[in-house]
C-alpha cells in the first residue's frame, strides 16, 4: 500500500485528518494577458522582537508576478540569505528558528543586494508585517519608500473557516504542514 492510499484510508474512516507537505506551486494561474505587477512576499527571522537592539538573522524573498485583480500567474526564485549577528544569538531564538551560531557564522546580507532584488516590486506582503517592516527599513531603507500589505491583519481569515492567524495553523486548517519558522518557508 502506497502512503496517498493509506491518508486516503484514514480520512475516509471519519476518525483521522492528515496533514500533506505545503508543496509551492510556481504558475498558480495561466497568464491571460491581463496587466501585471510584481509583488514580494518577504519574511525575516531575528534575534528578538525590537528592531533598534536585535538583528535579522535570516531573511528570505519570493518574488510573484500577480494580475491587478490578485490573481498570481507566476512564482519567482528564492533570495535567502542567512546573517551573523553582533551578538550570539539567544537559545530561545535558537529553540523556535532552528538557526544557531554555527549556522550564520561569517554569514552575511548585502543591504544593496537586497535592494536590487527588490527594486522592481510593486508591493511587499509579509504575515505581520508591522514586525518584518520594522526591520527591514531599518536594514534596507528601499522598503521605506515601498508599499505594503499584511496577509495577518488584512486578510479575514475567520470568514475563511481559520481559528487563528499563525501562519501554523492556517496550513494545519488548509491540510498542510510545513517547516516553520524559517523566513524560506513562513
Known amino acids: 500500500m502506497d502512503l496517498k492510499d493509506m491518508a486516503q484510508r484514514l480520512e475516509a474512516s ?74 550570539p544569538i539567544p537559545p530561545e531564538i535558537s529553540a523556535i528558528t532552528g538557526i544557531d551560531d554555527a549556522m550564520v ?12 532584488f527588490a527594486a522592481s516590486a510593486a508591493l511587499v506582503i509579509a504575515h505581520n508585517a508591522a514586525f518584518d517592516r520594522r526591520f527591514l527599513e531599518r536594514f534596507c531603507p528601499l522598503f521605506a519608500r515601498k508599499p505594503w500589505a499584511c496577509s495577518m491583519a488584512q486578510v479575514d481569515w475567520a470568514a475563511e473557516g481559520h481559528e487563528g492567524l499563525k501562519l501554523a495553523y492556517l496550513a494545519a486548517g488548509a491540510g498542510f504542514f510545513y517547516d516553520r519558522h524559517r523566513a524560506e518557508n513562513d
Open 105 to 116: 557564522a561569517g554569514q552575511t546580507i548585502d543591504p544593496a543586494e537586497v535592494a536590487a
Open 14 to 87: 471519519g476518525d483521522y485528518r492528515v496533514l500533506r507537505r505545503l508543496v509551492p506551486r510556481r504558475q498558480p494561474h495561466l497568464a491571460d494577458g491581463s496587466a501585471t505587477r510584481i509583488g514580494l512576499f518577504v519574511d525575516v527571522e531575528t534575534t528578538g522582537l525590537d528592531p533598534v537592539q536585535h538583528e535579522i538573522i535570516e531573511l528570505a524573498m519570493v518574488p510573484f508576478t500577480y494580475a491587478l485583480d490578485g490573481r498570481i500567474f507566476a512564482v519567482g526564485g528564492v533570495f535567502q540569505r542567512l546573517r551573523q549577528p553582533a551578538q
